[in-house]
């Protein structure tokens, strides 16, 4: 899904005001956690970053990669499967993590997890013909 240039401010400002405040504003929309999420560029080589919604299941800290149901992958997901090792901010805080793509039965129990926490997920899965990709960010070992 291409997003508009209006819809591409709103996403910067988002993690702009959430750095800014960090996370006292933009760090919760309704129920859900908001964090943000730098990656290194696949192409570029330069940090970028992404505001995401945030499923916490046990000690996994789980980002869905759904671009809203199009029909490739998001380029924030690109970039960590070229590069794993990313930063989560949560809050003030940021986290030096790796990230990873959930497969199997992982996949399956994160998935629902994730579509309890967000609905929405589910809707995003019948847009489109692609697994929506379920990545699950650990600590660096």
């Known amino acids: 899904m291409v997003a508009s240039a209006a819809a591409r401010l ?8 959430y750095r800014l405040t960090g996370g006292r504003v933009g760090g919760r929309i309704g129920h859900l ?9 696949r ?11 945030l499923t916490v299941v046990g000690d996994r800290l789980v980002l869905v990669a759904s671009d809203g149901g199009a029909s490739g992958d998001p380029g ?13 901010q949560r809050g003030a805080i ?7 793509t959930a497969d199997g ?5 994160l998935w629902s997890a994730v579509v309890a926490n967000n609905p929405g997920y589910a809707g995003y ?6 697994q929506i ?3 699950v960010c650990e600590p660096r070992v």
């Open 10 to 17: 709103a996403i910067r400002l988002h993690g702009a005001v």
């Open 33 to 41: 956690e908001q964090v943000l999420l730098t990656t290194t560029g």
């Open 43 to 53: 192409v570029t080589g330069e940090p970028r970053t992404s505001p995401l919604a």
């Open 76 to 88: 924030w997901y690109r970039n960590l499967v070229a590069h794993p090792d990313v930063v989560v």
């Open 94 to 100: 940021r986290y030096p993590l790796r990230a990873r």
């Open 105 to 109: 039965a992982e996949r399956a129990e």
């Open 125 to 130: 899965q019948v847009k489109t013909e692609r």
């Open 133 to 135: 990709p379920v990545v």
